[in-house]
């Protein structure tokens, strides 16, 4: 196992919504990223004069309203005449960004790399920078929808919550012989454990658990809760609870070479191995769950590492959809084909499990910034290897830990850390 | 010089025609057609009709479609195979989209056959799928 480079400072931003979550109300685009990029220059003891180069990742700029967040950014972040750009691969974009600094650090030419991300996807600035105006949900979609096959798959009835939740819910209940009732089982456990994460992260976009939302409707069990009109079908069998929430938010992270690591972060976080691999829409045929572009990434990333899935102490994967939650980590190798479902139902995926998954809530408990998830979710990662992840830390020795994002439309990204 | 195929695809759908494009190389079907193989990324490719023949696996509908496609919302949306081989997915006419039973009903007797065919939706020829029996 090679260390490529190394992670010596994270930031993140509270996800929310800048029009009304106290943490972020009246931030600009621009501050968002500020904020982020600013706690990781401080949690590595670095400043603007450190950093060799800065990344920025940003999906939708209709909502952003910016294009060359580059040259925008400079100044906010005090990184004038430094080189920088904008990249994006969707909603793995930070990612993919893991890679490109590891890249560009073990070239030599820029030593100190910031990737920083951020997303507005709530509201935008409207003709005026410091007043929004909020985003309606079927523009948003509109928009996001650019992402996928423009040529063709769009224009033949587009439906991306039957494509991305239900297909893929149904082809794994099928798999593995669960019936329907069975299988809406154990996407209520898959949430129960979003629910719990995402109400210990001081971060996360929805604190409460599902206990305490079942409790305020008068449910008194939680799955009674689950299966009623609290909870519609968004695209049957997938529940709107199982779906992601759209958020505004910002992450960075700073990676360094492995040799010099040590003299910005006591406990260095090593980039070991990468992978991207990228399908056009759709990503898989009959059988919904036999995702080739996922095992193409973990495979390779896994080679670079030297590791196999059954060496993971720690895994986060792309959940937009929750099913995911159950198809990736068996792609992964992380459970064996047809455990993760009872894994689940076990509650082994918790953060207190022996098989801990997504700890910070995911995408619908934590929120999905599009270009900003993956770096919050790298921030956890790093949080919960150096044992700072508070009340929802994982209770053994995280030593390697994978992290795995899909960019729209469709962009696989996996990333291999392991602790010094 | 790249030929036109997107042009190409869509003007002959007014004529009832879908068009695929098969590879000279290694046979394999690209559908819809683009400008390279999707197995082997030959550019030695050919444009055809296809049989229109496959199969339906799954489908099921969304409560927030895409505005361009709202007025026909529930719609039943499946995921289909080719005789030709490539997976697609679009509007599958014949499987009862309306309520959460009926999708859940209709999935109990998948797979079945389909014949594809042109339809208009939202001003536009495009291809939809229709249950064989
Ligand atoms: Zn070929």
Redesign the pocket.
């Known amino acids: 196992m090679e260390t490529n480079a190394s992670i010596v400072g994270v930031g993140c931003t509270k996800f929310g919504n800048v029009l009304d979550t106290p943490e972020l109300q009246d931030k600009t685009f621009h501050e968002l990223i500020a904020e982020a990029a600013f706690e990781a220059m401080d949690d590595a003891g670095m400043t603007g004069k450190d950093i060799d180069a800065f990344y920025v990742g940003s999906m939708l700029s209709h909502t952003s309203r910016v294009y060359s967040h580059h040259t925008q950014l400079c100044d906010w972040l005090g990184l004038q005449l430094k080189p920088g750009l904008h990249f994006a691969t969707a909603c793995s974009t930070m990612n993919t960004g893991i890679g490109l600094a590891a890249m560009s650090s073990l070239s030599g030419k820029y030593k100190n790399v910031l990737v920083v991300g951020a997303e507005t996807l709530m509201s935008y600035p409207d003709d005026n920078p410091v007043k929004r105006k909020a985003v309606d949900p079927v523009d948003l979609w509109y928009w996001t929808d650019f992402g996928v096959d423009q040529m063709y798959a769009y224009h033949h009835c587009y439906d991306i919550a039957t494509a991305y939740g239900a297909i893929p819910t149904m082809g794994y209940a099928k798999k593995y012989g669960l019936s329907d009732e069975k299988m809406d089982e154990v996407m209520y456990n898959v949430h129960k454990a979003v629910r719990r994460h995402s109400s210990l992260n001081p971060k996360a976009f929805v604190t409460e658990d599902l206990q305490e939302s079942a409790r305020l409707k008068d449910f008194r069990d939680p799955l009674k809760f689950w299966q009623s009109h609290n909870n519609p079908y968004f695209a049957y069998p997938t529940r709107l609870l199982s779906a992601l929430n759209t958020v505004d938010g910002a992450a960075a992270f700073i990676v360094t070479r492995p040799e010099e690591a040590k003299k910005y972060h006591e406990q260095p976080i090593d980039i070991v191995g990468f992978h991207w691999a990228v399908s056009n829409y759709p990503w898989y045929g009959k059988d919904p769950t036999d995702w080739a572009i996922d095992k193409t990434s973990f495979a390779n990333a896994y080679k670079m590492a030297g590791v196999t899935g059954k060496d993971l102490d720690y895994l986060y994967v792309h959940d937009c959809m929750q099913i995911y939650q159950l198809i990736l980590p068996e792609i992964a190798g992380y459970f064996e084909e047809g455990e993760a479902w009872q894994a689940a139902m076990e509650g082994r995926i918790m953060f207190d499990g022996d098989k801990p998954l997504n700890t910070s809530g995911g995408r619908h408990g934590k929120g999905h910034a599009f270009g900003a998830s993956p770096g919050s979710e790298t921030y956890e990662i790093v949080k919960q290897m150096r044992g700072e992840a508070d009340k929802r830390q994982v209770k053994k020795e995280i030593e390697i830990a994978a992290q795995h994002n899909h960019g729209y439309g469709m962009h696989s990204a996996v990333t291999i850390f392991k602790k010094r | 010089m790249v030929q036109k195929v997107a042009k190409r695809f869509y003007d002959s759908l007014v004529a009832g025609t879908i068009l695929a494009a098969q590879?000279n190389?290694?046979?394999?079907w690209t559908f819809p057609p683009v400008t390279a193989?999707r197995?082997?990324?030959?550019r030695n490719?050919e444009m055809k009709e296809i049989s229109g023949e496959g199969t339906v696996y799954f489908y099921s509908t969304s409560i927030l479609p895409p505005k361009k496609f709202a007025e026909y919302s529930p719609y039943a949306y499946g995921l289909i195979e080719l005789k030709e081989g490539p997976a697609f997915m679009t509007m599958v006419e014949g499987l009862d989209a309306s309520t959460p039973e009926k999708i859940a009903e209709g999935n109990k007797r998948l797979p079945l056959p389909v014949k594809a065919e042109v339809i208009e939706r939202a001003g536009m020829n495009v291809v939809c799928f229709r249950i064989s029996e």
Request: contains cysteine; proline residues 0%; hydrophobic residues 10%.
């Open positions: 590879c190389d290694c046979g394999n193989c197995e082997c990324g030959s490719i």
